[in-house]
């Protein structure tokens, strides 16, 4: 169980006459947790707790999340010095190893990154069956998940070859997000290239053309790689609490991560970025009169809220949302972008930095409000954002998978319920219903 600690104190739990002591479990960071997974097999009784939102389901050495105190780190690293000083690559070594890579082992990685860059030629087929208007992330889920047939390798001893898995479904979910975009555009498709970055690699391949070869732009990449890393991992989440539950019946890591995906896809959880859009789209049509949205965010009476402001775990500032602000800055400056969109998304980001009601309530800018910005003006199209999520999230989500694995007190995933429907009654017969 890593650096818990179990120490002498407990808890007293008092039902039905009698007193249960439950340990209480303190990690590395100081969060306190009460160990009820004695309590039925000693008591019969379960705890009850919609959405898991006071559960722990697992002990994890992977990402620590304070949202009173607005933190965020990997590997007990602060995502400030991350995002500023390492690539994502760098980032996705740390989350699936443990700790960052030295020039070595980077070089290794890397190497391994453009090795497994290309996707099997049958799978491009595949493409051709899916209609022109599919959602992209139901092309990446199956495309994930078909991966188990053509390299079955893992499939006797997972963990075995676990590193080698990491890296192709790393690079390869970059290829296949790619490819899924070019179809969709009816463009040729365009291969990987050994010669460029992880991040400049994916935008050649999404913008490059015969006609009109595409100019990388570092402070795009720089900023893909800002994005990219921001959403490595964010402790148990939807999406990763999903790739471990599923991962749990021993599913191979390739059918975990297709579960991820899926579960990313929901608007609530992975689509915020692409809601952003969509607001400032429905703005932008009205005329463009952002005071006026601001108005009905502030009446209680009105069910409208302003998307990508505030976030539900953090009750102070999105620590990701000041980094990836400069990274915005810095894109649109660089590209001197016009557009109607992106200008009023600027004034609403300035509005709420300074209106009281918003200062008052830390409904701040967070990271899906800039991350859909920079995104637009790159030219990734709003179906394709959670997809980029996604290729985020994908060493999270592996590190995740391979923690289960490792885990020695791994049990298959099976939440309790409290059942509340029809008490036991007798069956009648058909012919004698009425």
Same mark, same amino acid.
């Given at each position: 169980?890593?650096?818990?600690?179990?120490?002498?104190?407990?808890?007293?739990?008092?039902?039905?006459?009698?007193?249960?002591?439950?340990?209480?479990?303190?990690?590395?960071?100081?969060?306190?947790? /009460?160990?009820?997974?004695?309590?039925?097999?000693?008591?019969?009784?379960?705890?009850?707790?919609?959405?898991?939102?006071?559960?722990?389901?697992?002990?994890?050495? /992977?990402?620590?999340?304070?949202?009173?105190?607005?933190?965020?780190?990997?590997?007990?690293?602060?995502?400030?010095?991350?995002?500023?000083?390492?690539?994502?690559?760098?980032?996705?070594?740390?989350?699936?190893?443990?700790?960052?890579?030295?020039?070595?082992?980077?070089?290794?990685?890397?190497?391994?990154?453009?090795?497994?860059?290309?996707?099997?030629?049958?799978?491009?087929?595949?493409?051709?069956?899916?209609?022109?208007?599919?959602?992209?992330?139901? !092309?990446?889920?199956?495309?994930?998940?078909?991966?188990?047939?053509?390299?079955?390798?893992?499939?006797?001893?997972?963990?075995?070859?676990?590193?080698?898995?990491?890296?192709?479904?790393?690079?390869?979910?970059?290829?296949?997000?790619?490819?899924?975009?070019?179809?969709?555009?009816?463009?040729?498709?365009?291969?990987?290239?050994?010669?460029?970055?992880?991040?400049?690699?994916?935008?050649?391949?999404?913008?490059?053309?015969?006609?009109?070869?595409?100019?990388?732009?570092?402070?795009?990449?720089?900023?893909?790689?800002?994005?990219?890393?921001?959403?490595?991992?964010?402790?148990?989440?939807?999406?990763?609490?999903?790739?471990?539950?599923?991962?749990?019946?021993?599913?191979?890591?390739?059918?975990?991560?297709?579960?991820?995906?899926?579960?990313?896809?929901?608007?609530?959880?992975?689509?915020?970025?692409?809601?952003?859009?969509?607001?400032?789209?429905?703005?932008?049509?009205?005329?463009?009169?952002?005071?006026?949205?601001?108005?009905?965010?502030?009446?209680?009476?009105?069910?409208?809220?302003?998307?990508?402001?505030?976030?539900?775990?953090?009750?102070?500032?999105?620590?990701?949302?000041?980094?990836?602000?400069?990274?915005?800055?810095?894109?649109?400056?660089?590209?001197?972008?016009?557009?109607?969109?992106?200008?009023?998304?600027?004034?609403?980001?300035?509005?709420?930095?300074?209106?009281?009601?918003?200062?008052?309530?830390?409904?701040?800018?967070?990271?899906?409000?800039?991350?859909?910005?920079?995104?637009?003006?790159?030219? /990734?199209?709003?179906?394709?954002?959670?997809?980029?999520?996604?290729?985020?999230?994908?060493?999270?989500?592996?590190?995740?998978?391979?923690?289960?694995?490792?885990?020695?007190?791994?049990? !298959?995933?099976?939440?309790?319920?409290?059942?509340?429907?029809?008490?036991?009654?007798?069956?009648?017969?058909?012919?004698?219903?009425?």
């Amino acid at each position: 169980m890593g650096n818990v600690i179990v120490g002498k104190e407990t808890a007293e739990l008092k039902l039905d006459g009698k007193v249960y002591q439950l340990p209480i479990i303190v990690g590395s960071e100081g969060e306190k947790a /009460i160990d009820i997974r004695a309590l039925r097999a000693q008591s019969g009784y379960i705890t009850l707790d919609s959405g898991f939102m006071n559960t722990g389901s697992c002990c994890s050495s /992977i990402t620590f999340l304070d949202g009173e105190q607005g933190i965020l780190s990997y590997r007990g690293y602060g995502i400030e010095d991350l995002a500023e000083n390492c690539t994502f690559v760098e980032v996705a070594y740390l989350l699936d190893h443990g700790s960052l890579p030295t020039q070595t082992e980077l070089s290794k990685f890397s190497h391994m990154l453009g090795k497994y860059a290309m996707v099997h030629e049958d799978m491009i087929r595949f493409f051709d069956g899916y209609p022109p208007n599919s959602p992209p992330m139901a !092309i990446l889920s199956s495309m994930v998940n078909s991966l188990c047939s053509f390299y079955p390798e893992m499939l006797d001893n997972p963990l075995e070859n676990v590193d080698k898995m990491a890296a192709r479904l790393l690079s390869k979910v970059r290829t296949i997000a790619a490819f899924s975009y070019k179809k969709s555009m009816g463009q040729p498709l365009v291969y990987p290239r050994h010669d460029l970055s992880y991040c400049a690699n994916f935008l050649n391949m999404m913008f490059d053309s015969p006609v009109k070869p595409y100019e990388i732009n570092d402070t795009v990449v720089r900023a893909l790689n800002k994005l990219l890393i921001l959403h490595g991992d964010h402790e148990q989440n939807c999406s990763t609490a999903t790739v471990r539950v599923a991962g749990s019946a021993r599913v191979n890591l390739y059918a975990s991560i297709s579960a991820g995906i899926n579960a990313l896809w929901g608007p609530l959880h992975g689509g915020a970025n692409q809601a952003v859009m969509e607001m400032l789209s429905q703005i932008h049509e009205e005329g463009g009169d952002y005071k006026k949205y601001i108005d009905k965010a502030k009446d209680s009476a009105d069910p409208f809220r302003l998307v990508g402001f505030g976030h539900r775990v953090y009750k102070t500032h999105d620590p990701r949302s000041r980094i990836i602000k400069k990274a915005c800055d810095d894109v649109l400056a660089a590209l001197s972008i016009a557009d109607p969109l992106l200008d009023i998304a600027k004034e609403l980001e300035e509005v709420a930095l300074k209106d009281e009601y918003f200062v008052e309530r830390n409904l701040y800018p967070n990271v899906d409000f800039y991350s859909g910005i920079i995104y637009r003006a790159i030219g /990734i199209p709003t179906n394709m954002f959670t997809v980029m999520f996604a290729l985020g999230r994908l060493p999270g989500w592996i590190a995740h998978w391979k923690e289960m694995w490792d885990d020695p007190d791994w049990r !298959i995933s099976r939440p309790r319920q409290i059942y509340v429907g029809p008490k036991r009654r007798p069956f009648v017969p058909l012919a004698e219903r009425e």
